[in-house]
T-cell receptor
Framework: DAKTTQPNSMESNEEEPVHLPCNHS???????IHWYRQLPSQGPEYVIHGLTSNVNNRMASLAIAEDRKSSTLILHRATLRDAAVYYCIDTSYGKLTFGQGTILTVHP | EAGVAQSPRYKIIEKRQSVAFWCNPI?????LYWYQQILGQGPKLLIQ????????DSQLPKDRFSAERLKGVDSTLKIQPAKLEDSAVYLC??????????????????FGPGTRLTVL
């Protein structure tokens, strides 16, 4: 039922930037894109969300394509604590529908 | 501030037994959610409450699962009788704003640590 497509896994080295892509080609014009991440043995936690403009917060940046069919979550300097499953979520019908997400591995 | 509390953290039961999970959301949060997360998959929404009313229970297997939030604060999810395929982590989440607000405004969900259920 998830309306987003993400790579199953990605790898990065510590202190390097990470770009996590997501396709959401069926998103409507009024639905936000939310990103959550889930650290091992924990519940998901909010990362960032956006509608049309690029967004920045203390955790990450979100770059949204002009046609809104894709977005990229950017971690500017990956740390070992960023190793997690990252979920890109199309919030149709006002709720979070999680896909399988991207497993991010960070190498020291 | 205190986060979402869940108990127990782990539970092992045999099939056909009953089990209950408890969740205490963040104080002041109107909306409460129960999710089921099977190993290797993302969380799946089971039921969503706004205060003590059900907003969405379309994916709750109502023949065996039930949930309540009687006073609009804490909540209980019950499975009776359990099946092998119910083995999963059950996550509770809460949010401050009203359900359905995701379209127009920020509505961060705060998740608890989950209860890991094993059905033998």
């Amino acid at each position: 039922d998830a309306k987003t497509t993400q790579p199953n896994s990605m790898e990065s080295n510590e202190e390097e930037p990470v770009h996590l892509p997501c396709n959401h080609s069926t998103i409507s014009g009024t639905d936000y894109i939310h990103w959550y991440r889930q650290l091992p043995s924990q519940g998901p936690e909010y990362v960032i969300h956006g509608l049309t403009s690029n967004v920045n917060n203390r955790m990450a940046s979100l770059a949204i394509a002009e046609d809104r069919k894709s977005s990229t979550l950017i971690l500017h300097r990956a740390t070992l604590r960023d190793a997690a499953v990252y979920y890109c979520i199309d919030t149709s019908y006002g709720k979070l529908t999680f896909g399988q997400g991207t497993i991010l591995t960070v190498h020291p | 501030e205190a986060g979402v509390a869940q108990s127990p953290r782990y539970k092992i039961i045999e099939k056909r037994q009953s089990v209950a999970f408890w969740c205490n959301p963040i104080s002041g949060h109107a909306t409460l959610y129960w999710y089921q997360q099977i190993l290797g998959q993302g969380p799946k929404l089971l039921i969503q409450f706004q205060n003590n009313g059900v907003v969405d229970d379309s994916q709750l297997p109502k023949d065996r699962f039930s949930a309540e939030r009687l006073k609009g604060v804490d909540s209980t999810l019950k499975i009776q009788p359990a099946k092998l395929e119910d083995s999963a982590v059950y996550l509770c989440a809460s949010s401050f704003q009203l359900a359905g607000a995701l379209r127009s405004s920020y509505n961060e969900q705060f998740f608890g640590p989950g209860t890991r259920l094993t059905v033998l």
